[in-house]
């Protein structure tokens, strides 16, 4: 039996005060939780040491929202796997739809970054999925291949293993709209395919594949409890302590389930 894993990505949100008041309450809200569901809580850069301290009396894990493709050098602004790993996070988010939009970050410079974790011995978090026009074009698949591609194919087996993958229908993404469950497990199915006829079966089921994209505490037990949803990758929702705690509860729930 497989757990879940729910990774909350905070985005660019929280002041240094703010971010510490929530790191506390939600370490509160997972202690009294006997928890098989693997928590990471992704903050702002400046806030990672914080949550690492944090976390060593609680139930969580911590991880990095962006990483450089770079290993170190004159790159104003920019932060190195190493740092990220000297500032106790062990997991990072890769190539999420508003990097990819904003920062026009291809699938070269992806495939760059997850090397560069994976050297570290940080777990990436690839975000892979579709716009609207293309969902609306049913060119979906096709998109969402191309990026798992390009973007993981070329790890080997055993680098492979060590990656975390996460779709997000970009149409998705703090609209409110969510793709149905039906929707999810199609791709999610479709992606563990693709992962199969590269890797071989037993890499394919170990595969963990999880849904993001306006997850939150209503609809995180119907999504979670899909065959192939591994769990979530939740933005808004992970902001407020009740609500993130319950889409935990709706992972074990389905754990508890399975």
């Known amino acids: 039996m497989k757990n879940k894993i729910v990774a909350g990505n905070w985005?660019?949100?929280?002041?240094?005060?703010?971010?510490?008041?929530?790191?506390?309450a939600i370490a509160e809200g997972l202690d009294d939780m006997p928890?098989?569901?693997?928590?990471?809580?992704?903050?702002?850069?400046?806030?990672?040491?914080?949550?690492?301290?944090?976390?060593?009396?609680?139930?969580?894990?911590?991880?990095?929202?962006n990483v450089s493709d770079e290993k170190?050098?004159?790159?104003?602004?920019?932060?190195?796997?190493?740092?990220?790993?000297?500032?106790?996070?062990?997991?990072?988010?890769?190539?999420?739809?508003?990097?990819?939009?904003?920062?026009?970050?291809?699938?070269?410079?992806?495939?760059?970054?997850?090397?560069?974790?994976?050297?570290?011995?940080?777990?990436?978090?690839?975000?892979?999925?579709?716009?609207l026009a293309e969902r609306e074009a049913n060119q979906h698949f096709q998109v969402v291949e191309k990026q798992l591609t390009a973007g993981l194919f070329h790890l080997d087996a055993k680098?492979?293993?060590?990656?975390?993958i996460a779709y997000e229908p970009v149409w998705a993404i703090g609209t409110g709209r969510t793709a149905s469950p039906q929707q999810a497990q199609e791709?999610?199915?479709?992606?563990r395919g693709l992962i199969e006829a590269k890797y071989g079966t037993e890499k394919a089921y170990n595969a963990y594949i999880l849904y993001g994209g306006s997850c939150n505490s209503k609809n995180a037990l119907e999504l979670f409890s899909c065959q192939d949803v591994d769990g979530g990758l939740?933005?808004?929702?992970?902001?407020?302590?009740?609500?993130?705690?319950?889409?935990?509860?709706?992972?074990?729930?389905?754990?508890?389930?399975?």
């Open 11 to 24: 985005k660019m949100n929280k002041t240094f005060p703010e971010a510490e008041e929530l790191l506390v």
């Open 35 to 65: 928890l098989e569901t693997d928590v990471v809580i992704c903050p702002p850069f400046p806030y990672l040491e914080m949550a690492a301290d944090v976390s060593e009396e609680s139930n969580f894990s911590v991880g990095a929202q």
């Open 72 to 131: 170190a050098g004159a790159f104003t602004g920019e932060i190195s796997a190493a740092m990220i790993k000297s500032a106790g996070a062990d997991f990072c988010i890769v190539g999420h739809s508003e990097r990819r939009a904003y920062f026009k970050e291809t699938d070269e410079v992806l495939a760059k970054k997850v090397k560069r974790l994976l050297e570290e011995d940080i777990i990436p978090i690839f975000c892979i999925g579709e716009q």
């Open 159 to 164: 680098e492979f293993e060590r990656v975390v």
């Open 187 to 191: 791709m999610h199915a479709f992606i």
């Open 234 to 258: 939740i933005g808004g929702a992970s902001l407020k302590v009740e609500d993130f705690i319950e889409i935990i509860n709706a992972a074990e729930t389905c754990i508890k389930n399975d």
